[in-house]
Structure formats: C-alpha cells, structure tokens
C-alpha cells in the first residue's frame, strides 16, 4: 500500500519560513496532480495548493505570494516552501493526490508562534 509521509514541519517565528517535504513508497506521483492540505484544531482539512502533472500550480488565497508547492517525480517527493509565515498558518500539514485518492499520512506540524 503506498504511504505518504509528510516532514519538515516545526516551530517558527511569525515571517519566518518553512520547507516541507512530502515522500511516497512507490511511483504513484507522475500521474497525479498533487497538494498540500492543512487541518487547523478545529477547523476543517483544506487544501491549500495543488500542483497538476503539468505543473500548473494553484494556491488558497490566504497563502498566494507567500507558499511555493513543487515536485520532482524522481523521487516521488512533493514540497511546499512556505514564507513569512503567519500564527493562522498553524495547522497539522499533509500531502495527497488532487483531488485526495490515497490514505492520510500523519502530517507534519507546523506552529507559527513568538
């Protein structure tokens, strides 16, 4: 069974910044559009940016001009490079495909906090 598993997650000053890392088992990437979704306590799971086979890329409008999503197919890895980083953006952070096919990894936790 393919497994995501999301890192790079931690605890940041507010304008500070973040790269996260998302790697799957398997080759299940090149075909899939995939995303970055974020779960606030609380809150409901959104997505916050996609990135299709092409590339073209998508962004909520809260994170737009702040966070970068990427890919490289080999290996199976998707980023998110997040800037000036904002105490809303806290949230558990996991990666899947667009829309979501695969089971949830654990996600990483990211905490913008002084």
């Known amino acids: 069974q393919v497994q995501l598993v999301e890192s790079g997650g931690g605890l940041v000053q507010p304008g500070g910044s973040l790269r996260l890392s998302c790697a799957a088992s398997?080759?299940?990437?090149?075909?899939?559009?995939m995303a970055w979704y974020r779960q606030a306590p609380g809150k409901q799971r959104e997505l916050v940016a996609q990135?299709?086979?092409?590339?073209?890329?998508n962004y909520v409008d809260s994170v737009k001009g702040r966070f970068t999503i990427s890919r490289n197919n080999a290996p199976n890895t998707v980023y998110l490079q997040m800037n000036i980083l904002r105490p809303e953006d806290t949230a558990v952070y996991y990666c899947?495909?667009?829309?979501?096919?695969?089971?949830w990894g654990r996600g990483t936790q990211v905490t913008v906090s002084s």
């Open positions: 899947n495909t667009s829309p979501q096919t695969l089971p």
């Open positions: 398997g080759s299940i990437f090149s075909p899939y559009g």
């Open positions: 990135i299709a086979v092409g590339g073209t890329t």
